[in-house]
């Protein structure tokens, strides 16, 4: 894993704490901002670490804007252009044997309705 790789996964991980709901989410297990305030949760336990690191993320969100358009502007740039390995006249001529076939399994079940239909009748 490179230094890149894994500041991307880091970044990932600050974009999912930033996203939770502190009234719908953090309260209901107990780690919202007011577990520390009330005196519940004491800010060295490891709870309280995490409370304090996912409210300084819901705070810094202008940031990670910053920096998700960053790496997704570098991830543009740096992107190799795919080399076209197949001809537009092989994609073409793929397309049309695509369309046959879809033509030739339309026709077989057609008449398969048909003979059901006149099972049905006799």
Not at 93 to 118: G, M
């Amino acid at each position: 894993m490179t230094l890149w790789t894994f500041c991307q996964s880091m970044l990932l991980v600050f974009n999912a704490f930033a996203v939770l709901n502190e009234q719908r989410f953090l309260e209901k297990y107990g780690l919202g901002h007011s577990a520390l305030t009330s005196g519940h949760v004491s800010a060295t336990s490891p709870r309280g670490q995490l409370i304090g690191l996912i409210t300084a993320t819901t705070y810094m969100r202008m940031p990670l804007v910053v920096l998700n358009s960053l790496v997704i502007l570098v991830k543009m740039n740096s992107a190799e252009q795919p080399s076209p390995s197949v001809g537009a006249s092989d994609v073409v001529e793929q397309a049309d044997r695509n369309v046959a076939s879809r033509r030739a399994a339309n026709h077989h079940l057609q008449h398969l309705y048909v003979r059901h239909r006149q099972a049905l009748y006799e």
